[in-house]
């Protein structure tokens, strides 16, 4: 499995972007998939997770601004990002094949290559 991600870009604050990860292979519509953020000399930490019906899981900071989505037939999971901060800026990753067990998640063994996001004040 490989994932191609996309989208990142530098903007604005209160500005909108969307990343979009597309998977090769023959694993998607039945497993999770997540976008995960690595700020500066921070640890990779989860932004959202959609599972294989379509549940949604956000990371607190995000609520109400991001929106996760997948499309299995395009192999691809969405993350559309509005009202962007400063705060927001970092390295985005897709990951695919997350576990969770109540409110916490496990990434899968599967990274894309991530994708950069600036979010200028």
């Known amino acids: 499995v490989q994932l191609q991600a996309s989208g990142g870009a530098s903007v604005q604050a209160g500005g909108s972007l969307r990343l979009s990860c597309e998977a090769s292979g023959n694993i998607f519509s039945g497993v999770a998939l997540g976008w995960y953020v690595q700020a500066p000399g921070k640890q990779r930490e989860l932004v959202a997770r959609i599972n294989s019906i379509g549940m949604t899981l956000y990371a607190e900071s995000v609520k109400g601004r991001f929106t996760i989505s997948r499309d299995n037939a395009l192999k691809t999971v969405f993350l559309e990002m509005n009202y962007l901060k400063p705060e927001d800026t970092g390295v985005y990753y897709c990951?695919?094949?997350?576990?969770?067990?109540?409110?916490?998640?496990?990434?899968?063994?599967?990274w894309g290559q991530g994708t950069q996001v600036t979010v200028s004040s």
């Open positions: 990951n695919l094949g997350s576990s969770s067990v109540g409110s916490r998640v496990s990434p899968g063994q599967y």
